[in-house]
Nanobody
Framework: QLLLVESGGGSVQYGGSLRLSCAVS????????IGWFRQAPGKKREWVAC????????NYADSGKGRFTISRDGSKNMVYLQMNSRKPEDKEVYYC????????????????????WGQGTQVTVSS
């Protein structure tokens, strides 16, 4: 059974940093691209970043370029999203998701490409 579990959410001050974690089980990271998404209340879910199944390619939405870093640790089956210089609009629920992409450099940017989702972790930014 494929399972993704996010953690690391919470409250962070404006301009501060936070690292989210996504623990995956039931599959190997070299068989799936992993993406991070976020969703504010009443709004559509938005793609944030993605890392390829090869681990060699990453891609970011414009809102996160220069502030967010996605990475992974294959030995621990973990994927991370480091978020720096947090802004108020970053206050949302963050999800990680997996898209089957066996050992390639694809970095899917739409939620419809992803087959498996975690339950999400809440992030709030205080001024």
């Amino acid at each position: 059974q494929l399972l993704l579990v996010e953690s690391g959410g919470g409250s962070v001050q404006y301009g501060g940093s936070l690292r989210l974690s996504c623990a995956v089980s039931g599959f190997a990271l070299d068989a799936y691209a992993i993406g991070w998404f976020r969703q504010a209340p009443g709004k559509k879910r938005e793609w944030v970043a993605c890392i390829s199944s090869s681990g060699g390619h990453t891609n970011y939405a414009d809102s996160g370029k220069g502030r967010f870093t996605i990475s992974r640790d294959g030995s621990k089956n973990m994927v991370y999203l480091q978020m720096n210089s947090r802004k108020p609009e970053d206050k949302e629920v963050y999800y990680c998701a997996a898209d089957r992409q066996y050992q390639n450099d694809n970095v899917p940017m739409t939620e419809y490409a992803y087959d498996y989702w975690g339950q999400g972790t809440q992030v709030t930014v205080s001024s």
